[in-house]
């Protein structure tokens, strides 16, 4: 009431430009999350946007700097395979790496002149749910290097696909330095659609090194299982539970497909 501030983004605002003018007098800058938006900016504060884009475009359209990390993208405490079961415990959400490479950290709300306050962007990787060092490598790596190749290229990013066929001979290095990587981009992926009185099913694997090995019989796939034929369909009559690993040089690598087909 003294101060006479309205409501507690005012009151935020207040106190979050007190700490603007102690550290500015200190010779640094702050930077915080796009909440200190809220009440207004303080005059040398820039901005770490965490909830989608939005915090960095407010931010730019007044001149201040910010930082794109948005949790849609950017956030790598996030489960990176569907088949959470086999994955180490995550607060929640699903990013794969597709979807990390997938990240435009250029708004294209922003003309270019604002795009200059775009600093770049950044990977969160909260530690709360990591028990060991491999876990918190487990849930960067990959991931990571589809972040950097997306803000270093900028617009001649060179496409998901390039972008994996050279991550897999980078795997090679990481194994010799035994780096604890995620290797859920080896996971069969599998698309369904019904045809007549059957449901059709397509497997897409990884890689072209490797083999996708699949049963029909309630037993997890080996080496001495079918071989899916790429361009060959399954045509599946009845409910059946489809199960379906990559193989590569004779190692299973990613995580087992397991999916219920309903035929009815």
């Not at 996030?78 to 959470?84: L, N």
């Not at 803000?151 to 001979?169: A, I, V, Y």
């Not at 059709?200 to 019989?217: A, H, R, W």
Request: aromatic share 12%.
């Amino acid at each position: 009431k003294r101060l006479q501030l309205k409501d507690e983004n005012e009151l935020q605002s207040y106190f979050i430009r007190q700490m603007d003018d102690y550290v500015t007098a200190k010779g640094k800058n702050i930077i915080g999350w796009d909440e200190i938006l809220e009440g207004g900016l303080a005059p040398n504060a820039a901005v770490m946007s965490w909830r989608g884009e939005e915090g960095a475009v407010a931010a730019a359209k007044q001149k201040h700097k910010a930082v794109l990390c948005p949790g849609s993208h950017c956030y790598f405490d996030h489960y990176q395979s569907a088949v959470t079961a086999k994955e180490p415990l995550a607060i929640g959400g699903f990013t794969p790496i597709e979807k990390v490479y997938a990240f435009d950290p250029q708004p294209k709300q922003l003309s270019d002149y604002e795009q200059e306050y775009v600093l770049g962007a950044q990977g969160n990787l909260w530690s709360e749910y990591l028990q060991v060092s491999t876990q918190v490598e487990y849930m960067a790596v990959p991931r990571i290097s589809a972040l950097a190749e997306v803000l270093w290229t900028g617009n001649n990013k060179p496409g998901f696909d390039n972008f994996k066929h050279r991550l897999h001979t980078h795997f090679n290095t990481l194994d010799r330095y035994q780096i604890y990587y995620a290797k859920t981009i080896f996971d069969v992926k599998a698309e369904s659609s019904k045809q007549g009185e059957q449901t059709v099913v397509v497997l897409q694997s990884p890689f072209n090194e490797g083999k996708i090995y699949y049963t029909t019989d309630g037993n997890a796939p080996d080496k001495n299982s079918a071989v899916y034929v790429s361009g060959s369909p399954l045509k599946i009559s009845k409910n059946t539970l489809l199960q379906a690993q990559y193989y590569e040089n004779g190692q299973p690598r990613g995580n087992m497909l397991s999916t219920e087909i309903k035929v009815q």
